[in-house]
């Protein structure tokens, strides 16, 4: 082989080196003031495994169709409003949002509403939000902001942050929101969607979040607790993710899609055609407290289509900040009975509705649910109202109460005393496991699990 040819061969043997290398995500690959950055939203598509990653990893998205678009819009925060360089710092920059304030279940609509972040060489972080109103800033900054992303990125990155703030109305309404975030960069590779194909870092969060609304008129607090998985592939200058994920996890780890959503171009609108509504459920025999997804199958999609949910009869409760408008509701059966559920699916084009008779049969709960196994000590939860009482300890140790997203809800020492009785008033309605580690060892018993009405 002559020279001539052989730097051409050297060139691109490069070039695909570089294709399969990996790359590091640093502040500048992210959003700052002065971008404005397109994106495509789709539903989630039948058969697709958004959480496979790896290694060097190949992921194909090429298919997927955009259903409605928007944008984001990032300014300087001195351009919002002249006080928020002193409230946030001279180097913030906003975003605004063009929707419901996002509180959880105290939602709001505000005309201008803006999230504030700030980054640096080691971090990319939301400080708070702020509502503009009457000209004038009523601020939300976090005592601890939430760090979204510690820089620079690379594989095989961890971190963990927890953020917190409370925004108030006056003496009236207050409001705490709190927070845990995990990232994991678990995998790298080439990512193909319909905006192009990209070299990635594929970063997995979960997000544990609590809003607590503080009414004066209200005795207790009315707190909400959501956890979700965010799936979000990285690439170098396009500032949003080139690909994002997002599902809410709810007991029995199971995961309910939420939306995808992917950096593209300006893309003409699909036509909207008239609504065919469709639903489905994993199960159609149930007990009382226990948790169902209706899984929303409708066309043309949820992003074009509006929905009214009618459940008969209303021995129900809907969880997880879903309601009768929602896409795709969660709910928790509160009686036993034979539910008939209907769903009236509506766009520019019109209307249609499909009702199920008979859908959903609702059985009652059993007293107790011991769902210990391959263990030479069994734990035994019996519930009677808000008296919990455990069978089966019989050593001094640590008792721990969590809920179906692993987070401590209640931690008591306990003596060797045949049974333990706690009471689990403040504890709210769902689904919780036991656990038990006796002192003399750092094993904990197998678990049971329990289920309060």
């Known amino acids: 082989m002559t020279k001539l040819t052989f730097l051409p061969v050297v060139i691109l043997s490069m070039l695909s080196l570089g294709l399969q290398s990996q790359i590091t995500i640093t502040n500048t690959d992210l ?11 789709t539903g989630f598509p039948v058969g697709t495994d958004f959480s496979a990653t790896g290694p060097n990893h190949t992921w194909n998205f090429s298919s997927l169709s955009h259903q409605s678009q928007g944008v984001e819009k990032y300014v300087s925060v001195s351009s919002v409003n002249i006080l928020l360089p002193f409230l ?45 109103f009457n000209g004038l800033p009523l601020p939300f900054k976090y005592a601890s902001r939430d760090i979204l992303f510690k820089l620079p990125l690379t594989y095989p990155h961890k971190d963990s942050t927890t953020f917190a703030g409370t925004f108030a109305l006056g003496d009236t309404v207050k409001i705490f929101r709190s927070g845990y975030r995990k990232n994991v960069v678990d995998g790298w590779g080439i990512i193909t969607t319909p905006y192009g194909q990209f070299q990635t870092l594929r970063v997995k969060t979960t997000l544990y979040e ?22 979000k592939w990285l690439a170098k200058n396009t500032k949003l993710p080139v690909l994002e994920a997002s599902f809410l996890l709810i007991e029995e780890n199971e995961m ?43 066309t043309p999609n949820h992003f074009i289509n509006s929905y009214t949910w009618d459940i008969q009869p209303e021995h129900f409760q809907y969880l997880y900040l879903t309601g009768p ?23 520019q084009a019109g209307s249609n509705t499909l009702t199920k008779s008979e859908y959903i049969t609702v059985k009652s709960t059993p007293s107790w649910i011991d769902e210990t196994f391959g263990n030479s000590f069994k734990i035994k939860p019996v519930l009677q109202e808000d008296n ?21 809800v209640l931690s008591n020492r306990v003596n060797r005393i045949e049974p333990i009785s706690t009471n689990i008033g403040a504890v ?20 049971s699990k329990f289920i309060k009405p």
């Open 88 to 132: 946030f710092g001279l180097q913030a920059f906003a975003q605004k949002i063009h929707s419901d304030l996002p509180l959880g279940q105290f939602t709001s609509v505000v005309p201008d509403f803006y999230f504030v972040y700030n980054k640096t060489a080691s971090l990319y972080a939301q400080e708070g939000f702020s509502l503009i």
């Open 31 to 41: 959003p700052a003031a002065g971008d404005t950055l397109r994106y495509s939203i």
């Open 325 to 347: 408008t929602t896409a795709q509701p969660i709910l928790r059966f509160t009686k036993p009975g034979v539910f008939a559920i209907s769903l009236t699916a509506v766009n």
């Open 428 to 447: 709210p309605p769902g689904t919780y496991i036991i656990q038990f580690k006796p002192s003399h060892t750092n094993a904990f018993y197998k678990p």
């Open 388 to 408: 919990l009482t455990i069978h089966g300890l019989i050593h001094n140790g640590e008792l721990r109460i969590i809920d179906m997203a692993g987070r401590i």
């Open 210 to 231: 609590q809003d607590s609304l503080f009414w004066a008129s209200f005795p207790e607090p009315i707190s909400v607790k959501r956890t979700t998985i965010q799936y």
């Open 256 to 298: 309910v899609p939420l939306n995808v959503r992917y950096r593209d171009i300006y893309r003409t609108p699909p036509a909207v055609t008239t609504p065919v509504p469709e639903f489905s459920v994993v199960k159609t025999e149930l007990e009382v407290n226990e948790t169902v997804v209706i899984i929303n199958q409708s």
